[in-house]
């Protein structure tokens, strides 16, 4: 790769210019509740992304999956992210944050109103906090998910058409004033969970169904697509041709295949995990083709500096 690399081109979105196409996909690092100088450093040191988008944070004290994960519904979860997102600006960054509700418990109708009050208010946090917009996760196997996919859904009756609580997320949100993008999977598979979940296959119907809602998406401020678990170029182009916004392409990605998306048009940007935990200065190494580090997963949630700076 070189500078003449497409990931290397500015882009825009929205209202932001990126200065590269290379975007850190959320990853969840298990650091503490409450954002820290850690992860201050952590996301300093990544600020020469085009994009970061943070990791999951929780809307609410509700629904909490394991131990340290950060939220943005207290007080000192705003200043913590506060000094994290200063940080990010004062290098030239841009970082939005990730709405996350895990769905590890089952959510009766009668709080599916003050859910969507939580993320209105977890965005309106997000803003103090100075965030340049947030994601609402609606990928894998989480509560929006859980709503979106026939397979996962039992909850039609109740709460009325798939998409509904996702639509219904992003007008409570859209309302903050924030920046908004969304997160979908509609190629996962149960080889992408942990434990698996074998009732959840990527058929010809459940594809369908995110057919129509991404054609219903028009006022995200991006898409963000995870693509099937074994490596598919062409697996973008389907949701390609019916969103017409900023598009994301995420998961399994090497610097050449990235390269090869956003010059053949079939993403705007694309997201890395692994990449960046590994290589905090992933852009420069794309702009100089030099070899890339490898994580060492067993730091991944250790809860420490390494592996993690």
Known sequence: MSQGNPLLRPAILGDLVLPNRVVMAPTTRCRGSVPSDLHALHYARRASAGLIIAEGTLISPQDVPFPNVPGLFTTAQVAGWRRVTDLVHSLGGRIFVQLWHAGTRPLPSSEVTSTIADYRTAAANALRAGFDGVEIAANGTYLIAQFLNPRLNHRTDAYGELPRLLLDILDAVHSTG????????????????????????????????????????????????????????????????????????????????????????????????????????????????????????????????????
């Open 178 to 309: 924030a920046r908004v993008g969304v997160r979908l999977s509609p190629y996962w598979s149960p080889t992408d969970s942990a434990p698996p979940c074998p009732d959840y296959f990527p058929d010809e119907e459940t594809l369908s169904h995110y057919d129509d809602l991404v054609r219903r998406l028009d006022s995200p401020a991006y898409l963000h697509l995870r693509g099937p678990a074994s490596f598919d170029l062409d697996a973008f182009s389907r949701y390609r041709k019916l969103f017409d916004g900023f598009l994301i392409a995420n998961n399994g990605f090497s610097p050449d295949t990235a390269s090869a998306a956003v010059e053949s048009d079939l993403a705007d940007a694309v997201s890395f995990a692994r990449h960046f935990i590994a290589n905090p200065d992933l852009v420069t190494r794309f702009a100089l083709t030099q070899e890339l580090a490898v994580a060492d997963k067993a730091h991944n949630y250790t809860g420490g500096p390494i592996g993690y700076i």
